[in-house]
């Protein structure tokens, strides 16, 4: 009883005091005062993650025509070889920084690391729609993406800033905008690529826009990011920065150590155990099986979904001759521009109720398992013309990402139900320090299978891109498999998973 009583005298002024000039502690306060559903918050946050996902893809539909004009593919059947290192760059440079950002955020909050990640979009963005050769357009998305630290911050930062009833909701939003981000980004870059000859009444060619055919997109993207910024400084900071509410959210570990000494010096073994225990938490990541195998299955998918990204790209915009659909980037950006909006409907009106229905897991198996029979049908799509092929590639494309979000937001959801709140942070840079090596593969990996898939148009075994899509199904199909157990363990297994 007298442990119990400490306990609570040490834990309940924590939970319930409010310190002064703490931003934390403002937000604290304002949560427990704020009924209804925070609109403002949602739109913040759903606007911050679409800039860091727009310019990720953004680049895809015109990539191959950019790669051509550079001049350095010898070979047509060479320009997906050179894409895919430029697609790559931005996700190698976030995943050697990722982890910094996360814990740059942790120290000095989340607002200063959203302001910067705004900021380097702005700019790097925009800078690498004026590119005039290859390597100058590697080493800008390659900066783009060391700078951009905005995704592990801001799904702290949802964690942080609603109500716990709206919690789950918010990180929903942050996957929904991360999935409907890759998919307006490209149709964006279709749409506004080369303008000076899809609407010549309003740019020449001598235009600034005639002599940088792909700045155009990079500078809408810069525009809106720019905007978002500007509002972004208006944004509540949730870090706290006060030192004892550090010693109890953060598990300070000298905190812990003198907190430690303190019991054994009354006596009190059970609550040395429970501070020793306390002063573990923090690096038991790691042998958090839950977290780390959802982790792990997030990767595979990322993987995939980053190649068939760019691989959709190229092939609808490469020639019939070589398997490809021939299309222009317009008509690109009009296809993806139709997914982006069936994806919009599906995530706010159907997943929800799915979820609820089946679970975060089963969903995601499910949407797996019917991703591999929908890709196989993919080449065999570049034999049709006209209207049929209009109508079935734009519902091979709402479909397929549909159920690529589908699959990514059921992960999102087991991550950070597998942890506790005040290790989220940490649990979402690791994440995105692995999906983005895994992502950084992809475009380099999926560049390279494409090109050398063109080469062999007269194979007998899986000739031209019916091997680009096979090999997309491996990778999903390996997905599948570890969604199953004893691999993928659920959050409520934690406790036993980790002890």
């Given at each position: 009883?007298?442990?119990?009583?400490?306990?609570?005298?040490?834990?309940?002024?924590l939970?319930?005091?409010?310190?002064?000039?703490?931003?934390?502690?403002?937000?604290?306060?304002?949560?427990?005062?704020?009924?209804?559903?925070?609109?403002?918050?949602?739109?913040?946050?759903?606007?911050?993650?679409?800039?860091?996902?727009?310019?990720?893809?953004?680049?895809?539909p015109?990539?191959?025509f950019?790669?051509?004009?550079?001049?350095?593919?010898?070979?047509?059947?060479?320009?997906?070889?050179?894409?895919g290192?430029?697609g790559?760059?931005?996700?190698?440079?976030?995943?050697?920084?990722?982890?910094?950002?996360?814990l740059?955020?942790d120290?000095y909050?989340?607002?200063?690391?959203?302001?910067?990640?705004?900021?380097?979009?702005?700019?790097?963005?925009?800078?690498?729609?004026?590119?005039?050769?290859?390597?100058?357009?590697?080493?800008?998305?390659?900066?783009?993406?060391?700078?951009?630290?905005?995704?592990g911050?801001?799904?702290?930062?949802?964690?942080?800033?609603?109500?716990?009833?709206?919690?789950?909701?918010?990180l929903?939003?942050?996957?929904?905008?991360?999935?409907?981000?890759?998919?307006?980004?490209?149709?964006?870059?279709?749409?506004?690529?080369?303008?000076?000859?899809?609407?010549?009444?309003?740019f020449?060619?001598d235009?600034?826009?005639?002599?940088?055919?792909?700045?155009?997109?990079?500078?809408?993207?810069?525009?809106?990011?720019?905007?978002?910024?500007?509002?972004?400084?208006?944004?509540?900071?949730?870090?706290?920065?006060?030192?004892e509410?550090?010693?109890?959210?953060?598990?300070?570990?000298?905190?812990?150590?003198?907190?430690s000494?303190?019991?054994?010096?009354?006596?009190?073994?059970?609550?040395s155990?429970?501070?020793?225990?306390?002063?573990?938490q923090p690096?038991?990541?790691?042998?958090?099986?839950?977290?780390?195998?959802?982790?792990?299955?997030?990767?595979?998918?990322?993987?995939?979904?980053?190649?068939?990204?760019?691989?959709?790209?190229?092939?609808?915009?490469?020639p019939?001759?070589l398997?490809?659909?021939?299309?222009?980037?317009?008509?690109?950006?009009?296809?993806l521009?139709?997914?982006?909006?069936g994806l919009?409907?599906?995530?706010?009106?159907?997943?929800?109720y799915?979820e609820?229905?089946?679970?975060?897991?089963?969903?995601?198996?499910?949407?797996?398992?019917?991703?591999?029979?929908?890709?196989?049908?993919?080449?065999?799509?570049?034999?049709?013309s006209?209207?049929?092929?209009?109508?079935?590639?734009?519902?091979?494309?709402?479909?397929?990402?549909?159920?690529?979000?589908?699959?990514?937001?059921?992960?999102?959801?087991?991550?950070?139900?597998?942890?506790?709140?005040?290790?989220?942070?940490a649990?979402?840079?690791?994440?995105?320090?692995?999906?983005?090596l895994?992502?950084?593969?992809?475009?380099a990996?999926?560049?390279?299978?494409?090109?050398?898939?063109?080469?062999?148009?007269?194979?007998?075994?899986?000739?031209?891109?019916?091997?680009?899509?096979f090999?997309?199904?491996?990778?999903?199909?390996?997905?599948?498999?570890?969604?199953?157990?004893?691999?993928?363990?659920?959050?409520?297994?934690?406790?036993?998973?980790?002890?």
């Amino acid at each position: 009883m007298e442990a119990a009583a400490a306990e609570e005298e040490y834990t309940v002024p924590l939970l319930k005091q409010y310190y002064e000039n703490c931003p934390g502690c403002k937000v604290d306060e304002q949560k427990e005062l704020k009924r209804g559903l925070p609109i403002r918050e949602f739109l913040s946050i759903w606007s911050v993650v679409l800039c860091t996902a727009l310019p990720i893809s953004s680049l895809f539909p015109y990539l191959y025509f950019m790669i051509r004009d550079f001049n350095v593919a010898e070979k047509e059947e060479d320009i997906g070889y050179y894409a895919g290192y430029v697609g790559a760059s931005f996700m190698f440079g976030r995943a050697l920084t990722s982890v910094f950002w996360g814990l740059a955020a942790d120290r000095y909050g989340r607002k200063p690391a959203i302001l910067l990640g705004t900021s380097s979009v702005v700019i790097l963005n925009a800078i690498f729609g004026l590119s005039v050769n290859y390597w100058m357009a590697v080493i800008t998305r390659f900066l783009l993406g060391c700078l951009n630290g905005l995704h592990g911050p801001i799904k702290a930062y949802a964690s942080e800033i609603f109500r716990a009833e709206h919690q789950a909701l918010g990180l929903s939003t942050v996957a929904t905008a991360w999935g409907i981000g890759l998919i307006i980004g490209p149709a964006l870059g279709g749409f506004l690529a080369q303008p000076a000859e899809k609407y010549p009444t309003l740019f020449s060619k001598d235009s600034l826009f005639g002599r940088f055919p792909y700045f155009l997109p990079s500078l809408v993207i810069s525009l809106f990011t720019f905007g978002v910024m500007i509002a972004s400084f208006w944004l509540p900071e949730t870090l706290h920065n006060h030192k004892e509410k550090r010693t109890a959210c953060d598990g300070s570990y000298n905190a812990l150590d003198t907190a430690s000494v303190d019991g054994g010096s009354k006596g009190d073994e059970e609550n040395s155990v429970v501070m020793i225990e306390q002063k573990k938490q923090p690096a038991s990541l790691l042998r958090n099986w839950p977290l780390m195998s959802s982790i792990m299955v997030y990767c595979i998918f990322s993987l995939h979904d980053m190649a068939y990204t760019e691989i959709f790209s190229l092939w609808a915009v490469s020639p019939r001759k070589l398997g490809g659909l021939g299309y222009s980037t317009q008509n690109v950006g009009e296809v993806l521009a139709v997914s982006g909006f069936g994806l919009l409907v599906f995530q706010l009106a159907l997943y929800p109720y799915a979820e609820r229905l089946l679970g975060p897991v089963m969903v995601s198996r499910i949407a797996g398992i019917l991703s591999i029979p929908l890709l196989a049908s993919y080449p065999f799509l570049s034999k049709l013309s006209g209207f049929s092929l209009s109508v079935l590639i734009n519902c091979a494309s709402v479909l397929k990402n549909l159920l690529s979000v589908s699959i990514v937001t059921g992960l999102l959801m087991l991550q950070n139900n597998a942890v506790e709140q005040h290790q989220r942070g940490a649990a979402n840079g690791i994440a995105m320090t692995a999906m983005s090596l895994f992502k950084a593969a992809g475009p380099a990996g999926g560049g390279s299978l494409f090109s050398w898939a063109e080469t062999r148009q007269d194979a007998a075994f899986l000739p031209g891109n019916q091997m680009v899509f096979f090999v997309l199904n491996v990778v999903e199909a390996i997905g599948v498999l570890f969604t199953f157990k004893p691999f993928l363990a659920q959050p409520r297994d934690r406790t036993a998973t980790t002890q």
